[in-house]
């Protein structure tokens, strides 16, 4: 699973111009889902998220984490982040997740987040989406975490 994670001061998402999902302070969440994604994935991101510390203390330094700041979460769906470029000048999509696997498991990282005592707001899987969001930093994350079973 590959997630960007944008610390914001605001974002929404609106499908067919109506807001789906709008959050004040906290991470938009862009979530790419990934052949070979399971449980353990969507639980360990989820952890990680919950205590990510890059929101600024009272010394300006990135030590606070989502809960301390009364963050919420905006997450969109958003198979494009496992676009390989490197070879021809069309993307390929060779290592994003089936369709219907997928959208599994970006319900249950949306699940595993809410476990952890976070409000989520959501975009809407599959759908054309517009987001608009206020970069806070700016500061952006890039976590791409697979499980590996060997």
Request: hydrophobic fraction near 40%; proline fraction near 2%.
């Amino acid at each position: 699973m590959k997630l960007v994670i944008q610390r914001v001061n605001h974002a929404s998402v609106k499908i067919d111009g109506q807001v789906n999902g709008a959050i004040e302070k906290g991470f938009m969440i862009l979530v790419g889902s990934e052949k070979g994604d399971n449980q353990a994935t969507v639980e360990w991101l989820a952890n990680k998220i919950a205590k990510l510390r890059v929101f600024e203390d009272e010394n300006g330094k990135m030590n606070l984490n989502i809960h301390q700041v009364e963050g919420k979460i905006l997450s969109v769906s958003q198979f494009t982040l496992l676009a390989e470029l490197e070879h021809g000048n069309r993307p390929s999509f060779k290592a994003a997740g089936d369709p219907a696997e997928a959208k599994k498991m970006y319900e249950a990282f949306n699940s595993a987040l809410e476990n952890k005592e976070l409000e989520v707001q959501t975009g809407v899987f599959g759908a054309d989406m517009q987001v608009d969001l206020e970069n806070d930093g700016p500061a952006t994350f890039e976590l791409n975490y697979q499980v590996h079973n060997d």
